[in-house]
């Protein structure tokens, strides 16, 4: 699951409803540092259990690296929240949801990044869109491997969908709460607090698609946009050899954050920033 530290917002950044031609997005947008050149702008999909929150501590270091970034909560997600019928979250409807984000954010080709299930997603709209290079300036896949989770992942998430019809997303909550002592009360709360605003009909269709994903790499291999997976370790989501060998498929630039963790955007955001805009830098001129 998707995890959290601080909730702490850079002076530079603002919560915004995005209205798309998909419907209107919770989004927390960030302006660069007006100090620097501009060099362009990266959306970020959180994964399963995740939100924008997820990528607040990184956002700091990219402003000041000149990037503008625009976090979103997908639909039925956190405060993109509201009930849609489950044909709503299927994979090819939720990848036509990002690239209606990034025309409305209207500031393309943008640099996409999606951490874990963000990434499944992230990945399918690529794919979907041809790479279109009016869209898409680079693809950045975080904590993501090439096909379903883990077997360990798997028997976690088939235990979750067995409880998801019978039991409310409150009463789920304590199962699925992490022990961190090094949590803030107010990080639990919120943390608590998404959970139960999430859609359902969104849970389970996340969950679902992260137990039989299938292997896209190499439909994805043959669009010619940059490419970068990271790997935050150690993480158990995805296994460590299945992520290298996708990343090598993809002749993706390969950028390794150990005591990331499943989430390296939190655990390791300054590290995890610097190589980004770094790969972003080499890939504007692409």
């Not at 693809?139 to 979750?160: I, K, Y």
């Not at 699925?176 to 605003?197: C, K, N, Q």
């Not at 698609?209 to 010619?224: C, F, I, N, V, Y």
Request: net charge negative.
């Amino acid at each position: 699951m998707s995890q959290l530290l601080t909730l702490a917002v850079p002076s530079s950044a603002r919560a915004r409803s995005l209205v798309t031609s998909r419907g209107t997005f919770a989004t927390v947008d960030m302006a660069p540092d007006g100090s620097v050149p501009h060099r362009g702008t990266v959306v970020m999909v959180p994964g399963f259990m995740g939100s924008k929150e997820d990528f607040l501590p990184m956002l700091p270091l990219l402003g000041r690296a000149g990037y503008r970034v625009v976090a979103i909560d997908g639909r039925g997600q956190h405060e993109t929240g509201g009930r849609h019928p489950l044909a709503s979250y299927a994979r090819g409807e939720l990848s036509r949801d990002i690239a209606a984000v990034v025309e409305a954010v209207g500031d393309g080709p943008i640099h996409l990044l999606g951490h874990s299930y963000g990434a499944l997603l992230a990945r399918v709209a690529v794919i979907q869109t041809q790479g279109d290079p009016a869209l898409w300036r680079s693809l950045t896949l975080m904590n993501f491997g090439p096909a379903e989770v883990s077997d360990h992942q798997c028997e976690r998430l088939r235990l979750l969908l067995s409880v998801l019809g019978s039991m409310p997303l409150e009463d789920i909550w304590p199962f699925l709460e992490g022990r961190e002592s090094s949590v803030p009360d107010e990080v639990r709360t919120f943390m608590r607090d998404r959970w139960i605003a999430n859609d359902p009909s969104h849970v389970k269709a996340a969950a679902e698609q992260l137990l039989t994903e299938s292997d896209l790499t190499e439909g994805l291999s043959a669009l010619r946009l940059p490419k970068a997976v990271v790997s935050g370790s150690p993480d158990l989501t995805w296994p460590p050899d299945g992520v290298r060998k996708m990343a090598l498929a993809l002749s993706a630039r390969l950028i390794t954050v150990p005591e990331g963790g499943h989430s390296p955007n939190v655990h390791r955001p300054d590290e995890t920033a610097a190589a980004l805009a770094e790969f972003w830098d080499s890939s504007t001129h692409h």
